[in-house]
């Protein structure tokens, strides 16, 4: 690779992804939107060039790596990384370099090259919502813990302690609270033990290094039984002992660090919220009582620099205040789901200003208890529009094309009903054409709440994967493909949004079989295939068309999407949704929907400044 076209690629995609995140974030909106397409998408191009001229040809194998290319390659990776804030701008090309190195040190015998990656690709795998992965590639690192002494480099050693720590992390955000106390219980006797060497204990790592590491390690094994009680599980006596010791301990560290490291408010952002979460496990706060503790510590926490335990007080604040009201108050639903919605936009709002890894996934996760509280007092369709108007607040460019495939699929549902009825016996007790005939006012109306519902999932996904200056990876797409299982989760969490549950499960299904996925749906979704179908087409259309929100695949004419229909029909297709597009009509009405109606919803939301961010 030729060092200058790597530096020009480096700033390329940093310029890219300040006006992705302009585009995609609350408040940065979409005024001057033909100035600014014009110029994502020149600066797009250009890096899709440099891109496969320079480093596809590495990433497949087209060029062998060597200790100097593979220093080259981290540099891009880390190029995309905002060190400030922790968050990649393009987690994608960041985990696919990544992998390409970690078999590079694997194969040269690299443990401490290999650790640095099962590091950042656990990092990465975040992103994606892929818990699996995230967890599989700390464990991998953390396994080396025995060479650690071998490790010639500080920062070699660093990564392997935040594979180490991460794992933790990780395996409480996974609530497996028990496997998290087996760990930390096997992990510090070799810790202490290491450290303790006749070499002394701060050979390796310095105290605060030590000290950090300990944090880590306690704090997850608090949390992890203070989780456990709240789930009504018992905790043996020596555990529960142990955490108390461990909430002295913690404090203990964090005045050291507060003080020699000058990080003033650490204490409290990393001892006293812990302790409050043990005192929630133990029964001795309520979940509303524990929301108003956090809230205190949040306004004492003052201007620390602890950026993300700040951003978790407030955060979680709104969390606990959302599970009190979901399953502990006394209000009625309709009460309790009206302060939940209220809780959620706050939240909503709160997570759209910041740029931090996770947040749009913890954000949505909460409103799975909207859906539970307000199944009951509110219909399917109402249920899609209040989730749906949420999800805007986080990711305006999903909404927008959310808002696009129900147009879209109002029209073709319409004519369906007419010209082939049949494809929606099966749904509520149809047994006929003719009952669809006589329902179809009724059917139209809940493929338009399905279709609005379909890609709530995205949402949860980093903004990368709907803004990105390249064609998706195929790591990339098969990360983006748990979208259909966080849309899923948020609206079974009612009987009343089953059918939404399931078009957001199954919209990715082809129409012959084993094509598309997931390859194994629920019984009852079969009956809605024909639904299914419809806002398959639909989906197609606005994504393949929209080149306002979406830069990942070049832009096609409805024209083109249409005889792509055409040729996978009966494959991907329902042969007999596609011939429906047979209609001049419906073709000139949809190119009004992927145009004037598309456009008008991204200027509804141009509030503010042109400028990248």
């Given at each position: 690779m030729?060092?200058?076209?790597?530096?020009?690629?480096?700033?390329?995609?940093?310029?890219?992804?300040?006006?992705?995140?302009?585009?995609?974030?609350?408040?940065?909106?979409?005024?001057?939107?033909?100035?600014?397409?014009?110029?994502?998408?020149?600066v797009a191009l250009e890096i899709s060039e440099l891109f496969e001229s320079e480093l596809a040809p590495v990433l497949r194998g087209e060029i062998p790596l060597d200790s100097t290319l593979a220093l080259e390659l981290e540099d891009v990776a880390l190029s995309v990384f905002n060190h400030r804030r922790g968050i990649f701008y393009d987690a994608g090309l960041a985990l696919e370099i990544f992998s390409t190195l970690y078999m590079h040190y694997v194969q040269a015998g690299d443990t401490s090259g290999s650790v640095k990656c099962e590091y950042w690709m656990g990092r990465l795998y975040r992103y994606f919502c892929d818990k699996d992965n995230e967890l599989q590639h700390y464990k991998n690192g953390a396994a080396q813990f025995g060479l650690l002494a071998e490790f010639e480099t500080e920062e070699a050693r660093d990564f392997l302690l935040c594979c180490v720590c991460n794992l933790s992390a990780a395996l409480v955000e996974g609530s497996e609270y028990e496997e998290t106390l087996a760990y930390v219980d096997d992990i510090l006797p070799e810790l202490v033990?290491?450290?303790?060497?006749?070499?002394g204990v701060w050979a390796f790592v310095n105290q605060s290094e030590w000290y950090l590491t300990l944090t880590v390690l306690y704090t997850n094994y608090i949390v992890s039984c203070a989780d456990l009680l709240v789930s009504g599980r018992a905790v043996p006596k020596v555990k529960l002992d142990a955490a108390e010791e461990m909430i002295e301990k913690v404090r203990e560290y964090n005045a050291w660090l507060s003080k020699e490291l000058g990080l003033e408010g650490v204490g409290i952002a990393l001892s006293d919220i812990y302790e409050v979460r043990f005192l929630l496990g133990t029964g001795a706060l309520s979940y509303a009582e524990y929301a108003e503790c956090l809230l205190?510590?949040?306004?004492?926490?003052?201007?620390?620099?602890?950026?993300?335990?700040?951003?978790?007080?407030?955060?979680?604040?709104?969390?606990?205040?959302?599970?009190?009201?979901?399953?502990?108050?006394?209000a009625s639903a309709a009460e309790r789901s009206e302060q939940i919605k209220e809780q959620l936009t706050e939240l909503f709002d709160l997570c759209a200003g910041?740029?931090?890894?996770?947040?749009?996934?913890?954000?949505?996760?909460?409103?799975?208890?909207?859906?539970?509280?307000?199944?009951?007092?509110?219909?399917?369709?109402?249920?899609?529009e209040d989730v749906m108007a949420l999800a805007r607040r986080l990711n305006p460019v999903t909404a927008v094309h959310c808002r696009v495939v129900q147009r879209i699929a109002e029209r073709i549902a319409r004519r369906a009903v007419t010209a082939c009825p049949d494809r929606f016996i099966g749904y509520r007790g149809v047994s006929s054409v003719e009952d669809v005939s006589a329902r179809a006012d009724e059917v139209v109306a809940a493929c338009s709440a399905m279709a609005l519902a379909h890609d709530v999932g995205k949402v949860g996904s980093t903004v990368v994967l709907q803004q990105n200056s390249r064609q998706l990876t195929d790591l990339e797409c098969m990360c983006a493909r748990e979208h259909i299982n966080v849309g899923f989760r948020i609206f079974n969490a009612?009987?009343?949004?089953?059918?939404?549950?399931?078009?957001?499960?199954?919209?990715?299904?082809?129409?012959?079989?084993?094509?598309?996925?997931?390859?194994?749906?629920?019984?009852?979704?079969r009956l809605l295939e024909g639904f299914f179908s419809v806002i398959a087409l639909a989906d197609a259309i606005d994504a393949g068309t929209d080149h306002i929100g979406r830069s990942s695949t070049r832009r096609k004419s409805l024209n083109d999407i249409l005889g792509e229909m055409r040729r996978l029909s009966g494959v991907l297709y329902d042969p007999a949704m596609v011939d429906l597009f047979d209609d001049a009509a419906l073709v000139s009405e949809v190119q009004g929907d992927i145009t004037d109606f598309r456009v008008s919803l991204y200027v509804a939301d141009a509030s503010g400044p042109a400028e990248p961010i």
């Open positions: 030729q060092k200058e076209r790597i530096e020009r690629l480096k700033a390329l995609t940093a310029t890219f992804y300040r006006y992705a995140r302009g585009l995609g974030s609350q408040g940065g909106g979409v005024r001057g939107i033909a100035e600014r397409t014009e110029q994502r998408t020149r033990a290491l450290f303790q060497r006749d070499e205190r510590l949040y306004d004492e926490s003052g201007s620390s620099p602890m950026l993300e335990s700040r951003t978790y007080f407030r955060e979680a604040v709104y969390e606990y205040r959302i599970r009190d009201l979901a399953e502990i108050s006394s910041e740029e931090m890894c996770g947040e749009e996934t913890m954000a949505l996760a909460n409103a799975e208890y909207y859906v539970r509280v307000a199944g009951g007092v509110k219909s399917a369709g109402e249920l899609a009612s009987p009343e949004t089953r059918e939404l549950a399931l078009a957001a499960l199954c919209h990715h299904r082809g129409y012959a079989p084993d094509v598309g996925y997931p390859v194994d749906i629920p019984p009852d979704a």
